[in-house]
């Protein structure tokens, strides 16, 4: 090997690393970084929704003009400075630029990730970088149960995803005996999500009423495939009258195109225990069915606290539609920041906090978010818990919106497993310990 | 020519020095982008082990996602985490696949090679987001590395396995290049240009290809092991899908094949085009790789290596034939 | 002596053509068997069938006393038995001392002995001594797509050679040499051989050669042997003579000149000069000058290899002109795209045939209509069906059920289609039965009757002399005699 | 087995297998006229579908008959293939086409990724939806089932594309100079062919069909981002398994993964993600060149 080029490049590569580090932070703001889906499927009805809802909040943050609670300039008095990136790529670009984000540019606070693939990736990568790292959307329980069990700086704003289809089952027996005499059949995308939803769904629906049975074998379609026909047709030929499809995004977009169109959603009940963002998108076109889960999107219509009503007002006027779910997820996430911080400042007697502090004062805290109050309870206070609400959703000719009725609210603590339990193991043997009622 | 005094084991040495020297310089961020660029370099020194011979394997994210799982599964199921172990395995249980698939793929040639790895490669995705035992789509945490009886935490982890891996790295690549010397090796531009001509010499054309596959296999392990011990984490979609695949000859394009050594600066090169694409340019980055990729194919079609070949090609008698030869190729 | 190859009863057909039947050959130790034949006759299947290249439809083959029939090509090559190619089949971007080491390395190791250096002094030591055994050493730093063909030959037989091979078997080691050169090629090589005590066995056209290096003649006639003989016994044969040699027809070569019709007119229909072609980065043709007069015939007569078809393929474009200027007419024809040759009244027939397998020999013949929508395409087709009767009779057969001689009348056609100012024929009796070849030249004497411009390429004018106006001889890419 | 569900099986076979084959035809004529293998054709595909969404939605604002709406779809794959045929053939391949081609398929991935992001560029992020041409022609009931038309027009779209295009390579003068030019370049040039003349105007002939694809596509799906990743990988694993460059093989490959597929669906949905591959791997392992595609000539 020749030294001359060598050398050469060495002196290239360092000119790169020192023109990447530019940029790093400076001391006073609190540097969020938030990653979010900007590019690929899961963009359009996750990440960008997600990315407008943080967006206000922040700016509303800096401004000072969030309603109480929140009403103080900043977090524990310093300026948001948003640093909003691509979550695309899989797990391990997303360990690479976490790594880059804390190490690199020195933010101060990850919040946000909505595919379970990369929170799984990165969780155990945050607790080594010791970076505070608040989880938005990614629903699978693993990671307090699994990848992390003594979570420092991990913390998740929403319940994990067996409370949604927990919520699912407990809201099909209640109300929808009638449809599902003939056993209830899914179809799912074929990856971890789609995988999690059908087996809590299914435990669950055998825990609560064994006498309805699931169909012989369930369609676990290719994610993104796009292309259903087939698929409708298994549907439409099971005797099975009820159907679970945690199906979300483009895929759910284009399967109720094409199920429509051969009168799938005529003769079936579905339950979409993540179908709330699309029909906020579909309106008219979306098929009458169950909707999940908590008090977000369309569910949190009417939920009349001061923070709700700003946002609800403040999203349309800025965005021109209705804030689905991922924006009350990712703006949930920033709103716990901030009450950490407040919070930790006050417990320091004014001062800005360190980040330990920060941590204790979010730990087994119970706070307000968007509409409602979460609690963080599971997870050794790190994995918060909140009530998950089910309705069925209509199409409302004179509002001309979709509405929700039959509306159930189920307690946090009937449909998440007590502290210290496995979700799946909690489901799997009878739900023991749920609060219902 | 053939006698000119081999450097290439001189310069790896040094180069494996000055990583380790420059470890205690560059910030922890960078340390991560060289060990990743150590583990896809392995890779895409398998591709030139191929390449040379004339074939391009559009799947090699088989081999590396390979190398990947088996120490991620090693790790959860038999709670193995000792460095050496789970990347001894993990190159063996690849090699094992590529010395099975290859007596299929020696058959072929061209296009066909490529896309079929690229169908196996698929298969081996289609299997990992099927299964939940193999963690599905959400992929497999390892636990915290350790070295036979050395456990260290944390940063202190980091460095351990950028020192680690730089040091296998480095025999990985001294291995390979003493492999490219031997007359096996050697039989490269053989395969190639005529294997007819190699038959009636005394060898098979698709035995040395198998061989080759071998090898790139094993290295397509190795470096899958490495970034599954880098990242702390194996999942389908960064490991195994296709495009992943497209990186590693992304790499190997952008290196050339002249050198051992290149790979693993065009892995380096990759992740610092990519680092500074995504945080300058969020929304188009996947526009400037694609372009970077169609300047290197227009402007610099045998790589960031062939920058150095044309300045030593300067001097030295008989070097002239040599870059004949390469047009020729071209 | 005892046998060191025996076959028996070897049977091998492609489709409905049988390339080897009934084949019946001992070579005993120590020989030096020449095997002739036309093109096409079943030679180089022979050798292909022999060495494993091929697995046959039916015999036996021992060698050494050992059947290796199904044995790969590497495992026959590993007992001794190798060949050279009639295309040398060398490693064109390696040198010719990395082509032999190349070749010695694989000779010497085995298993794990692959794994060590190639290069060690020792190895390269016997390199050197081979080199200098073949006379090759001056050329030892060139890549071998540099090397002349002469050379490139001899280093494909040198590497055919490492292993000291029981049996070795040439194919056509002389052709595409100049015939100064063949002769001290064959003194170098033989005597190589020699120093080896190699029994050799070669296919070879030339039988100047054959009647001077060879022992014993295997004559081969459409797949079959037909004269299994010492050399001047051979060569008194009549098959041999009637098949082979086709010196039975040679009579007629007293008619030269006097069917030569009309006189050319004095203008050239197609000017040549000072051309320099190369094929990557070898230089083939060099300071190439040749005209065609209008209404003349002229041959291109030169050996394989020696640059006519290359010569053609400039012409046609195909090759890029690295110097010098072609004209046809007053038409610049370096600065003209390659497709607009036809347009421009130019019509070629490759060497090798070329019809588009799936349409029609009609069809085949109207592609060049088609494509330059020329006028009169139906008279023109009418004449041409007059000249060639027997294409009009085959004319809705597929291209590929005909035969290799129907084929090239297509060919020949097709080219007559668009080449109302110029015919570029490359090779149009080379490959075809005698017969054929023999109709050939009666359509070229008719085409010069009407008064065509034609350029005929050919390795030799035995059978055409006498219709050429003008003869260029080329050799390695030089034109070296006008007359 | 139940002869309602063989034919329903059959049907959706179909009807999937004649997407496999718009997604895979233009690809294979590319392929076969040019010997290259186009990765943009993934990007084609997409923007035929966002073009088409996008074009289809300012359509039906509009109170023109309906049925426009096909010649809308059919517009804007034209449009895209002219356009992008002529940037991508002439800008990019042309130089190229004396690589190794590996180096193509390369070059040709290159620009895929770029691409994909111009399309992110003129887009953005949001999904376009256009269902209205789904509910047309309305629906017809096969052993039972209801099926959409749109679907079942799909497996005659393709039949006539097949048809037409069989008919023009094999009977046509024009097809017949094609095949000129895929035996022998150097000799169709020789006969006065202007390859690159061909060439271009076969790049934009395959262009416009990876756009029809996708623009008949569009009101069946929610037309995103990452669409054109997917299509990709299927539409090579088609064409490696009808032979490159054969139109009756990507036919008759897209018919039997379809089946295949619908097969697995309804029997066993766990193999559902593998059939593909698997029958691409074993069709290789038989048949190395793919269904139709024949064989090399002699080397030696």
């Known amino acids: 090997m020749n030294a001359i080029p060598r050398t050469r490049f060495m002196a290239l590569a360092a000119a790169l690393a020192v023109s990447l580090a530019a940029g790093a932070a400076s001391a006073q703001t609190v540097k969020v970084a938030v990653p979010t889906f900007l590019t690929g499927g899961g963009a359009p009805t996750y990440g960008v929704p997600a990315k407008n809802g943080v967006e206000l909040v922040v700016r509303a943050i800096n401004e000072g003009t969030l309603p109480a609670p929140y009403d103080s300039v900043g977090m524990a008095g310093r300026k948001v400075d948003l640093v909003v990136y691509d979550e695309s790529g899989g797990g391990t670009k997303q360990v690479t630029e976490l790594r880059n984000k804390v190490q690199k540019e020195g933010v101060d606070v990850v919040a946000g990730y909505i595919s379970s693939g990369s929170c799984a990736a990165i969780a155990r990568v945050a607790e080594e970088l010791q970076v505070l790292t608040l989880l938005s959307i990614c629903g699978t329980p693993r990671i307090f149960e699994e990848l992390v069990k003594e979570p420092k700086y991990l913390f998740r704003i929403i319940n994990h995803s067996t409370g949604g289809n927990v919520g699912a089952a407990h809201y099909v027996v209640r109300k929808l005996r009638g449809n599902v005499k003939d056993g209830y059949i899914g179809i799912n995308q074929n990856y971890a999500w789609g995988q999690d939803a059908w087996r809590d769904f299914n435990l669950a629906m055998q825990t609560l009423s064994p006498e309805f049975k699931p169909a012989r074998k369930q369609q676990f379609p290719k994610l993104f495939s796009g292309q259903y026909g087939t698929e409708i047709s298994v549907l439409l030929r099971a005797k099975e009258k009820l159907v679970h499809s945690s199906f979300w995004g483009g895929d759910l977009e284009a399967f109720i195109a094409q199920g429509t169109a051969r009168g799938l959603f005529e003769r079936k009940t579905f339950v979409w225990p993540v179908g709330e963002i699309t029909a906020h998108r579909l309106g008219k076109k979306f098929p009458n069915g169950q909707l999940a889960r908590g008090p977000y999107g369309l569910y949190a219509e009417g939920i009349d606290t001061p923070l709700n009503k700003w946002f609800r007002s403040e999203f349309r006027k800025a965005y021109k539609q209705s804030p689905s779910s991922p924006a009350y997820h990712y703006a949930d996430s920033i709103l716990a920041a901030k009450y950490a911080y407040d919070t930790a400042m006050k417990a320091n007697g004014g001062k800005f906090p360190s980040t330990d502090q920060v941590i204790k004062a979010l730990e087994h805290a119970t706070f307000d978010i968007l509409a409602a109050k979460v609690k963080m309870s599971l997870g050794k206070g790190h994995q918060a818990v909140t009530s998950d609400r089910w309705g069925y959703a209509e199409w409302d000719d004179a509002k001309g919106e979709i509405v929700v009725r039959d509306v159930v609210e189920f307690k946090a603590e009937c449909v998440n497993p007590p502290e210290g339990v496995n979700a799946a193991e909690w489901v799997k043997g009878g739900m023991k310990g749920a609060k219902c009622d | ?330 | 002596m005892s046998a060191v190859l025996e076959v028996h009863d070897l049977e091998k057909s492609f489709g409905a053509v049988v390339a080897a039947h009934d084949i019946n050959v001992v070579v005993e130790e120590g020989e030096t068997i020449g095997v002739i034949g036309a093109n096409g006759a079943g030679k180089t299947t022979f050798v292909n069938l022999v060495t494993g290249h091929l697995p046959p439809g039916g015999g036996t083959v021992e060698f050494m006393g050992r059947s290796i029939l199904g044995l790969s090509v590497r495992a026959i090559t590993r007992l001794g038995l190798c060949r050279s190619f009639q295309v040398p089949q060398v490693f064109l971007s390696e040198t010719v001392f990395d082509n032999l080491m190349m070749a010695f390395g694989v000779a010497e190791e085995d298993g794990a002995g692959l794994l060590t250096p190639l290069m060690e002094e020792e190895r390269a030591a016997r390199v050197e001594a081979h080199l200098a055994r073949y006379q090759i050493a001056d050329y030892r730093d060139v890549i071998g797509s540099a090397l002349p063909q002469g050379i490139r030959k001899l280093l494909d037989i040198a590497m055919a050679t490492v292993r000291k091979p029981k049996l070795l078997m040439l194919d056509e080691p002389t052709s595409g040499i100049s015939a100064e050169e063949k002769f001290a090629i064959m003194d170098i090589l033989m005597q190589a051989l020699k120093e080896e005590r190699t029994t050799v066995l070669f296919i070879e056209h030339d039988m100047e050669i054959v009647e001077r290096y060879v022992d014993r003649v295997l004559a081969f006639y459409q797949g079959e042997i037909i004269c299994d003989a010492p050399t001047a016994q051979a060569m008194r044969d009549d098959g041999v003579r009637e098949y082979v040699l086709g010196r039975g027809h040679d009579a007629g070569a007293e008619t030269r000149a006097a069917a030569s019709g009309r006189s050319s007119s004095g203008e050239e229909t197609l000017a040549v000069s000072d051309l320099d072609v190369s094929i990557g980065a070898t230089p083939i043709l060099r300071g190439v000058h040749l005209s065609v007069p209008s209404g003349s015939m002229c041959g291109l007569i030169g050996r394989n290899g020696a640059g006519k078809t290359t010569f053609m393929r400039a012409v046609m474009g195909a090759l890029s002109v690295q110097r010098g200027t072609v004209r046809l007419g007053d038409v610049d024809l370096a600065a003209t795209p390659a497709h607009r040759r036809a347009h421009l009244g130019i019509g070629f027939m490759p060497e090798d045939r070329r019809l588009v397998p799936e349409l029609t020999a009609e069809e085949n013949v109207l592609l060049p209509v088609w494509a330059t929508r020329a006028d009169n395409a139906l008279e023109r087709l009418r004449w041409i069906y007059g000249l060639m009767p027997e294409v009009e009779e085959f004319r809705h057969r597929g291209a590929t059920s005909l035969s290799g001689g129907q084929q090239k009348f297509v060919a020949f056609a097709r080219a007559l289609m668009c080449g109302t100012r110029l015919l570029l024929l490359d090779e149009p009796g080379e490959g075809i039965a005698p017969i054929f070849a023999q109709r050939m030249v009666e359509i070229l004497d008719d085409l010069k009757k009407e008064g065509a411009s034609v350029l005929v390429a050919e390795s030799n004018d035995v059978h055409i002399a006498r219709l050429l106006d003008r003869t260029f001889v080329i050799e390695r890419g030089s034109i070296v005699d006008d007359r | 087995m139940d002869p309602e569900l063989l034919l329903i099986i059959l049907v959706d076979g179909l009807v999937y297998g004649s997407y496999l084959f718009m997604v895979a035809v233009g690809l294979t004529v590319i392929c076969g006229v040019q010997k290259l293998l186009n990765v943009t054709h993934g990007a084609l595909y997409a923007f035929g579908a966002y073009l088409a969404a996008t074009l289809l939605i300012l359509y039906f604002r509009l109170d023109w008959p309906q049925f426009g709406a096909f010649a809308v779809m059919l517009l804007s794959a034209l449009f895209l293939g002219v356009v992008f045929g002529l940037i991508i053939e002439r800008g990019l391949l042309r130089h190229l086409y004396h690589e190794d081609e590996h180096i193509i398929v390369l070059a040709t991935f290159a620009a895929f990724l770029v691409l994909e992001d111009v399309l992110l560029l003129i887009w953005g992020t949001d999904p376009y939806l256009a269902p209205e041409p789904l509910g047309l022609l309305g629906a017809t009931e096969i052993a039972g089932l209801p099926f959409d038309n749109y679907s079942l027009s799909m497996v005659l779209l393709s039949a006539v594309v097949a048809a037409v295009l069989w008919y023009g390579l094999n009977r046509t003068q024009f097809g017949k100079l094609l095949l000129a030019v895929i035996y022998d370049r150097e000799l169709a040039q020789a006969m006065g062919i202007n390859v690159n003349r061909i060439f271009l105007l076969t790049f934009m002939l395959g262009s416009f069909l990876g756009a029809l694809g996708g623009a008949y596509q569009a009101p069946a799906i929610s037309v995103q981002p990452g669409i054109g990743v997917e299509v990709i990988v299927l539409a090579f694993a088609v064409v490696v398994i009808g032979g490159m460059g054969s139109i009756p093989g990507a036919l008759i490959g897209s018919v039997i993964v379809g089946v295949a597929r619908a097969f697995a669906v309804h029997q066993e949905p766990a193999l559902e993600l593998f059939v593909i591959y698997m029958i691409m791997a074993a069709v290789l392992i038989v048949r190395p060149q793919g269904l139709f595609a024949p064989a090399k000539p002699r080397t030696i």
């Open chain 2, 1 to 330: 020519m053939t006698w000119r005094r081999d450097k290439t084991l001189w310069g790896l040495t040094l180069g494996l020095a000055a990583l380790l020297l420059l470890n205690f310089v560059v910030p922890d961020w960078f340390t991560n982008i060289l060990t990743l660029s150590l583990a896809r370099g392995s890779v895409a020194l398998g591709l030139l082990v191929l390449w040379r011979c004339g074939l391009i394997s559009f799947g090699h994210a088989l081999y590396f996602g390979f190398g990947a799982y088996t120490v991620g599964l090693m790790s959860r199921y038999l709670g193995i985490t000792d460095a050496f172990l789970t990347i001894a395995c993990g190159v063996v249980t690849a090699g094992v696949l590529a010395y099975g698939l290859g007596f299929l793929l020696r058959q072929y040639r061209g296009i066909f090679f490529a896309l079929l790895n690229m169908a196996f490669s698929m298969i081996l995705y289609g299997v990992l987001a099927k299964l939940e035992e193999l963690g599905s789509t959400d992929g497999i945490s390892l636990e915290a590395t350790t070295y036979l009886w050395y456990a260290p935490l944390g940063a202190e982890n980091k460095t351990a396995l950028f020192v680690f891996a730089a040091i296998l790295t480095w025999g990985v690549a001294v291995l390979v290049h003493l492999y490219l010397r031997s007359t096996l090796g050697h039989m490269t531009t053989a395969v190639r240009e005529n294997e007819i001509r190699l038959g009636y010499l005394g060898y098979s054309g698709e035995r040395a290809v198998h061989a080759k596959y071998v090898i790139s296999g094993l290295l397509g392990g190795f470096g899958g092991a490495v970034a599954a011990l880098t990242i702390g984490h194996v999942d389908p979609d960064s490991m195994v899908y296709w495009p992943v695949s497209g990186d590693f000859v992304f790499i190997a394009i952008l290196s050339g094949t002249g050198n051992v050594v290149a790979p693993f600066i065009g892995a380096l090169m990759y992740e610092l085009i990519r680092t500074y694409a995504f945080d300058q340019f969020p929304g188009i980055w996947q526009l400037i790789m694609g372009g970077t990729l169609l300047a290197i194919i227009m402007f610099l079609p045998n790589g960031l290596w062939s920058l150095v070949e044309r300045r030593r090609s300067r001097g030295g008698p008989g070097s002239a034939d040599r870059l004949q030869a390469r047009e020729e190729e071209a």
